[in-house]
T-cell receptor, first 113, second 115 residues
Framework: DGGITQSPKYLFRKEGQNVTLSCEQNLNHDAMYWYRQDPGQGLRLIYYSQIVNDFQKGDIAEGYSVSREKKESFPLTVTSAQKNPTAFYLC????????????FGQGTRLTVV | AQKVTQAQTEISVVEKEDVTLDCVYETRDTTYYLFWYKQPPSGELVFLIRRNSFDEQNEISGRYSWNFQKSTSSFNFTITASQVVDSAVYFCALSEAWSNYQLIWGAGTKLIIKP
């Protein structure tokens, strides 16, 4: 089945550690996105990528890094520079040129312990 | 400036009532798309509908209906005979041609359906 898969579902991080969230899609979508959602809040764009080997910062990129080495994969690293990383992280993909809807993964809930 | 406004932060109704979620957008583009998504407690966003700026026909899908009015820049979502399973956060989003169709999200409306 086509879809977008995020892993892990829950992630615990000690302060000062980097962690990487996985996002894989088999929908052949060109663009991929990472959003952060805090409790009771909307979606805030962290990074997005429209093509392989290229990505742009979103509204809250500080403390995060990404790579897009393959069309299917867009991992997000939450670095120790991110001071308040506890949040729900959502990955999405779509093909903007066709104005398709975005497909979302199930999300990763990251908690700093 | 907010380009997609969902002024209702939270709505609470009793089951079987009808409820309308408002979405007001701002754009100078003549070509744009509007979307509605549902986010149940599990967290994953579920796509509900996409509407382009050239199609002002209202859409009905079961208990769901959407009213797109360019004159008031609104794309409102109505649930008829609400059910407890409709409880979720609902997001409206806009994508515009000039920005290469990047998605701009509203803040979301939390809908609580009480039994």
């Amino acid at each position: 089945d086509g879809g977008i898969t995020q892993s892990p579902k829950y992630l615990f991080r000690k302060e000062g550690q980097n962690v990487t969230l996985s996002c894989e899609q088999n929908l052949n979508h060109d663009a991929m996105y990472w959003y952060r959602q805090d409790p009771g809040q909307g979606l805030r764009l962290i990074y997005y990528s429209q093509i392989v080997n290229d990505f742009q910062k979103g509204d809250i990129a500080e403390g995060y890094s990404v790579s897009r080495e393959k069309k299917e994969s867009f991992p997000l690293t939450v670095t120790s520079a991110q001071k308040n990383p506890t949040a729900f992280y959502l990955c999405a993909s779509r093909t903007p040129s066709r104005n398709t809807e975005a497909f979302f993964g199930q999300g990763t809930r990251l908690t700093v312990v | 400036a907010q380009k997609v406004t969902q002024a209702q932060t939270e709505i609470s109704v009793v089951e079987k009532e009808d409820v309308t979620l408002d979405c007001v957008y701002e754009t100078r583009d003549t070509t744009y798309y509007l979307f509605w998504y549902k986010q149940p407690p599990s967290g994953e966003l579920v796509f509900l509908i996409r509407r382009n700026s050239f199609d002002e026909q209202n859409e009905i899908s079961g208990r769901y209906s959407w009213n797109f009015q360019k004159s008031t820049s609104s794309f409102n979502f109505t649930i008829t005979a609400s059910q407890v399973v409709d409880s979720a956060v609902y997001f409206c989003a806009l994508s515009e041609a000039w920005s290469n169709y990047q998605l701009i999200w509203g803040a979301g409306t939390k809908l609580i359906i009480k039994p």
